[in-house]
C-alpha cells in the first residue's frame, strides 16, 4: 500500500518542521499507524514530551490502535499506562484499543 511506501518520507518532512506542534506530531504518528509502524509511532510521543510540546488524547490513541493492529498488547497497555503518567486523559478510544490488544492475546487472534 501506499501508505508502507510513504511514512518514512512522511517522517523525514516531519523532522524538517521548524516549530512542530501537536497537530503535526499527531499527523506523524497517524503516518507511522498507516505503515504498521508501532515502534515509531511510541517514539514520537516520546519525542513530543523531549519537546515540550503538548500530547493530546488523539495521538495517545492512534499508538495504542497501532499496538492493537500489530499484535502488540503489552506495548498498547503500556501507552495506557503511560497516558496516566503524562496527564494526558484516557477515552473510550484508548481504552476499546487496550481492551481489543490484550482480548487478541488471550483468544490468540492475528491482527
Known sequence: PIWRAQWERSLSLFDRTALP???SFNVATAACDKASGWAAAGAL?????????????????????SCDAAGRW??????????????????????????????????????
Do not use: F, H
Request: aromatic share 2%.
Open 45 to 65: 510521543l516520546a519525542r513530543m514530551s523531549e519537546v515540550s510540546v503538548q500530547q493530546d488524547e488523539i495521538g495517545w490513541n492512534v499508538a495504542i490502535s
Open 21 to 23: 506542534d501537536t497537530v
Open 74 to 111: 503489552r506495548g498498547a497497555l503500556g501507552l495506557l499506562k503511560g497516558m496516566v503518567l503524562a496527564r494526558v486523559r484516557q477515552d473510550r478510544i484508548s481504552c476499546s484499543a487496550a481492551i481489543s490488544a490484550a482480548e487478541r492475546c488471550m483468544t490468540g487472534s492475528s491482527p
